[in-house]
Nanobody, 127 residues
Framework: QVQLVESGGGLVQAGGSLRLSCAAS????????VGWFRQTPAKERDFVAA????????SYSDSVKGRFTISRDNAKNTVYLQMNSLKPDDTAVYYC????????????????????WGQGTQVTVSS
């Protein structure tokens, strides 16, 4: 089992930046592929970005490509999501998710690919 804790959310004006962190604890000796998703009350949980265990592969949704950057520091068991040029449409609860990399190092974009989820952190972008 691995536990995930997100942090770094908050209130920011449009055009601003935030950096989210996803810290893993527990069974962190295993290698994990990690993704970020977001959800609003009116929508399903949407894919934002993902990074393979090795860090060599990343993927992004079209809506954040060029504005968000996912990265990881395996020595710190932490994955980051740097969010720049934020828009009101980015307002959501952001979740990180992880899945063991038994099958390989991949940047999965499907929520069903992930076994472990954090509790989420609220990001609010004002216009």
């Amino acid at each position: 089992q691995v536990q995930l804790v997100e942090s770094g959310g908050g209130l920011v004006q449009a055009g601003g930046s935030l950096r989210l962190s996803c810290a893993a604890s527990g069974r962190t000796r295993s290698s994990y592929n990690v993704g970020w998703f977001r959800q609003t009350p009116a929508k399903e949980r949407d894919f934002v970005a993902a990074i393979a265990w090795s860090g060599g592969s990343t993927s992004y949704s079209d809506s954040v490509k060029g504005r968000f950057t996912i990265s990881r520091d395996n020595a710190k068991n932490t994955v980051y999501l740097q969010m720049n040029s934020l828009k009101p449409d980015d307002t959501a609860v952001y979740y990180c998710a992880a899945t063991p990399a038994y099958s390989g190092s991949y940047a999965y974009s499907w929520a069903s690919s992930y076994n472990y989820w954090g509790q989420g952190t609220q990001v609010t972008v004002s216009s």
